[in-house]
């Protein structure tokens, strides 16, 4: 029997908390990459902003470099000169080069840390910022318009020979660019041992580079091109980075300092190999700015980011804005309120000394800064600076589990949740008394709080199909107590 299958319906793409993501060869494909492309440069257009061109790079996940030539094509055909990145590199250098060049946009082909069966499509503004909503707005209304649609594009080399490609390496600016606030050369002349994991990510190479020439001794990891990425997805938490804290558990390193899959999120590990989870790395960030370089500016969390900011933010006179989940909100709060910092959850934090967006390399500079500063308190090993923080911060015993759903399934289980718990809100969490319910100003969630301050956040993904269940409590026992309640509630048992 022959089976004729209908066409397809073109994909709608929307953009979630930091660009779209897809399944390769599913719904990302070189036609839907067009698509996005053509919405960029209807957003630039309409700025009048053409002559100041885009800046196209690219990651190490499969085909990346391919798919980036693709949207770059689109954007020639319509007249916008490129800026094309000569090889792989971290996301943020491509935000840098945004602002370094006054560049009307930048695009990136990167999933970030999603499995690597996915590719994805970001956008920069020319603030240095993800995309923000408004932005996002224009260009998603023209991909909803162009579907079906031929997408005209220039062939690549052609427009090169023509002049109107220019490639670029970041490094060279970036190094200087990295000089104006931070000491790389006290960096470099530490006598202590790091362990740095890149995860088979684009930013391999970037952090020993950055420390060569000195005393200190850089040992990195994973430095190969691996689109399979070992196998795990290249997000550095647990227990995707177990083989790295197992190499520090063994004795020899003072300290880790963990990478994504495009770089732009930051992760830690002590001395005996013991994470340091992603709301700790926002205290201690946040506690290195006041304490050790006297600032004052605000500092923006996301909703599902740590309650020992606003605590820090009482010690030290800071004020603390609270965003959705997602750096298209943090960016541009962070540009408003003039904030030194940023921070999520997932482990991207940007800084209003440096860039408004993600630096997973950056942030893992700056926290081997505060770590030697804590040395040169007395506050050493890294463990013990752990400590300090807790003990001026207060507790943190953070958790997240994702809870994997079935795509045919995803849409009842998010209607289940959002507008059942809409409908009914929980009175008491298992037997823990709920004091005050939150919902999300995106409308994909909700965040529980029981009467010491101790919270569970149920969030539904907009990249993937999956639902986020996230735990900060004052006690290891209370955090895993949270944590089962949030998934009997995401089961629905």
């Known amino acids: 029997m022959t089976i004729i299958a209908e066409a397809p319906t073109p994909a709608r793409i929307v953009f979630g908390t930091d660009g779209w993501r897809a399944r390769i060869a599913d719904d990302f494909t070189f036609e839907n990459v067009r698509r996005c492309a053509d919405g960029v440069a209807q957003a630039v257009l309409a700025a009048g902003s053409r002559e100041r061109g885009v800046v196209v790079a690219y990651d190490r996940r499969f085909a990346s470099e391919h798919f980036a030539q693709a949207a770059a094509e689109v954007l020639l055909a319509?007249?916008?000169?490129?800026?094309?990145?000569?090889?792989?590199?971290?996301?943020?250098?491509?935000?840098?080069?945004v602002v370094a060049r006054g560049a009307a946009a930048g695009v990136v082909i990167t999933a970030s840390h999603n499995p690597w069966t996915d590719n994805g499509f970001k956008?920069?503004?020319?603030?240095?910022?993800a995309a923000g909503p408004e932005m996002l707005a224009v260009i998603e209304a023209a991909i909803?318009?162009?579907?079906?649609?031929?997408?005209?594009?220039?062939?690549?080399?052609?427009?090169?020979?023509?002049?109107?490609?220019?490639?670029?390496?970041p490094y060279p600016g970036y190094e200087a660019f990295l000089r104006r606030t931070l000491d790389l050369d006290a960096l470099r002349a530490a006598d202590v041992h790091v362990l740095v994991e890149p995860m088979w990510g684009s930013g391999a190479?970037?952090?020993?580079?950055?420390?060569?020439?000195?005393?200190?001794?850089?040992?990195?990891?994973?430095?190969?091109?691996?689109?399979?990425?070992g196998g795990v997805n290249p997000e550095p938490i647990r227990p995707h980075v177990?083989?790295?804290?197992?190499?520090?558990?063994?004795?020899?390193?003072?300290?880790?300092?963990?990478?994504?899959?495009?770089?732009?999120?930051?992760?830690?590990?002590?001395?005996?190999?013991?994470?340091?989870?992603?709301?700790?790395?926002t205290g201690l960030l946040m506690y290195y700015l006041a304490e050790y370089r006297g600032l004052r500016d605000p500092v923006v969390v996301s909703v599902n980011n740590t309650s020992m900011a606003r605590r820090l933010g009482e010690r030290y006179?800071?004020?603390?804005?609270?965003?959705?989940?997602?750096?298209?909100?943090?960016?541009?709060?962070?540009?408003?309120?003039?904030?030194?910092?940023?921070?999520?959850?997932?482990?991207?934090?940007?800084?209003?000394?440096?860039?408004?967006?993600?630096?997973g390399i950056y942030a893992d500079l700056l926290l081997l800064d505060l770590f030697l500063r804590e040395r040169a308190a007395g506050r050493w090993p890294v463990s013990r600076a752990i400590e300090h923080l807790h003990e001026i911060a207060g507790p943190s015993f953070y958790r997240r589990v994702d809870v994997h759903v079935e795509r045919s399934a995803y849409d009842g289980v998010k209607e289940r949740l959002l507008v059942g718990l809409r409908e009914r809100s929980p009175a008491d969490l298992d037997g823990l008394p709920v004091v005050r319910t939150q919902p999300l100003a995106t409308n994909d969630?909700?965040?529980?709080?029981?009467?010491?301050?101790?919270?569970?956040?149920?969030?539904?993904?907009?990249?993937?199909?999956?639902?986020?269940?996230?735990?900060?409590?004052?006690?290891?026992?209370?955090?895993?107590?949270?944590?089962?309640?949030?998934?009997?509630?995401?089961?629905?048992?």
């Open 78 to 97: 319509h007249d916008i000169p490129i800026f094309f990145a000569e090889r792989a590199v971290p996301t943020q250098m491509s935000t840098y080069e």
């Open 445 to 493: 969630g909700y965040k529980f709080f029981t009467p010491d301050g101790s919270w569970l956040l149920v969030r539904t993904s907009g990249t993937e199909p999956l639902v986020r269940i996230y735990a900060e409590a004052s006690s290891a026992e209370l955090r895993d107590a949270l944590i089962a309640a949030g998934e009997r509630l995401v089961r629905g048992g």
């Open 144 to 169: 909803a318009a162009n579907a079906g649609q031929p997408i005209p594009r220039r062939p690549f080399a052609e427009a090169e020979v023509a002049g109107l490609v220019e490639r670029f390496d």
């Open 242 to 281: 177990d083989e790295a804290l197992g190499l520090l558990a063994r004795g020899g390193f003072d300290l880790g300092l963990l990478l994504d899959g495009d770089a732009d999120r930051a992760g830690a590990a002590d001395e005996r190999g013991v994470f340091i989870h992603q709301l700790q790395v």
């Open 205 to 229: 190479g970037w952090i020993p580079r950055l420390l060569s020439g000195g005393r200190i001794r850089v040992t990195e990891i994973h430095q190969e091109r691996n689109p399979y990425f």
């Open 317 to 359: 006179g800071i004020a603390v804005h609270e965003t959705p989940v997602g750096f298209k909100y943090i960016g541009p709060t962070m540009i408003e309120t003039g904030a030194m910092m940023g921070g999520e959850e997932s482990g991207g934090f940007g800084f209003g000394m440096h860039l408004p967006e993600r630096d």
């Open 123 to 129: 956008v920069k503004s020319p603030e240095g910022s």
